[in-house]
């Protein structure tokens, strides 16, 4: 394993108040990043248990990447499929935020930043609650876990899947609707090269928590996929629920409809009916 640091004392910028950047304002502030540091593993068994074992030992905004996992997992523990070189395999040690519902909206953005950066012209967004999908394919994954000390939260992880170079045999193989960067643009990526730059966009984000929880969120729900469709819920019990979503609460709890009925849910798998209007990221 070695060391790599991968920003320095970077800058969120200034602007003038109502200035927008997607949904995200920002209000005549300069915000310096915190610093990320790359941990890099060749082969780990999850970077997310890597750093849930050595968080202590950590600091703060430490990135754990790993070329392999050989027992990643999602959501649920659903396995996340993990082959050697091809895809983005990281864990951030965020030791300012208790609460993993924000690790999520950091990493989610940060994400969506990155991809969005290497494939202008791709649609992505974000799924509600933790998934970034192109189109109708999922390409990256986030699991966020809290690190704690008796019944004291000591911080948050947030696992960060993204599929890179898989090729569609491999896609196909999954299961499920899935995408990589080189599945949508036939191009080889640099996974190294990619990591860093997410870990830029990880420091521009947590820093954004860091100022303005609301500011985040508020950039989160605008590029959420789900506020305004119709949606099947599958929710813990295994029950499914046909619904309509109304909002996103800033809790994350999703505010919606089932049959006119007002309802609200905090955790379940989201379905995006076909009936829904198509996403567009403009």
């Known amino acids: 394993m070695h060391w790599r640091r991968a920003s320095t004392n970077k800058s969120f910028g200034t602007a003038k108040r109502g200035d927008r950047k997607h949904g995200l304002p920002v209000t005549s502030f300069f915000m310096n990043f915190p610093e990320i ?3 890099e593993l060749e082969t780990t068994d999850s970077t997310n248990r890597y750093a849930k074992d050595n968080f202590d030992v950590l600091d703060d905004c430490t990135l754990v990447s790993a070329e392999a996992q050989t027992a ?11 082959p050697p070189g091809m895809n983005i395999y990281v864990s951030l040690v965020m030791k300012q935020i208790a609460n993993p519902f924000y690790a999520t909206i950091v990493s989610s953005l940060a994400v969506l930043e990155m991809l969005e950066r290497e494939l202008p012209r791709a649609s992505f967004y974000i799924k509600w609650p933790n998934d ?6 999922k390409i990256s994954g986030i699991l966020c876990e809290c690190s704690t000390t008796g019944a004291s939260i000591e911080g948050v992880i947030a696992g960060i899947g993204v599929n890179i170079n898989l090729e569609k045999k491999e896609i196909d193989s999954i ?9 949508l643009s036939g191009v080889h ?7 860093r730059e997410l870990a830029d966009s990880l420091a521009k984000y947590y820093a954004v928590y860091l100022h303005s929880p609301e500011a985040l969120f508020a950039e989160w729900k605008e590029r959420n996929y789900i506020i305004g469709r119709n949606i099947s819920l599958s929710d813990p019990t295994g029950n499914v629920r046909n619904l309509f979503i109304r909002d996103i609460a800033e809790s994350g709890e999703l505010i919606a409809e089932e049959n006119g009925v007002p309802c609200r849910f905090n955790c379940g798998d989201v379905t995006i009916l076909k009936e829904s209007p198509p996403f567009s990221n403009t």
């Open 37 to 39: 540091h790359i941990l």
């Open 72 to 82: 990643g997992r999602g959501r649920l523990g659903r396995r996340w499929f993990s």
């Open 132 to 137: 970034v999908y192109a189109d109708h394919r």
């Open 175 to 183: 299961g499920q609707p899935a995408a990589s960067l080189k599945y």
């Open 189 to 195: 990526y640099d996974v190294k090269k990619l990591t």
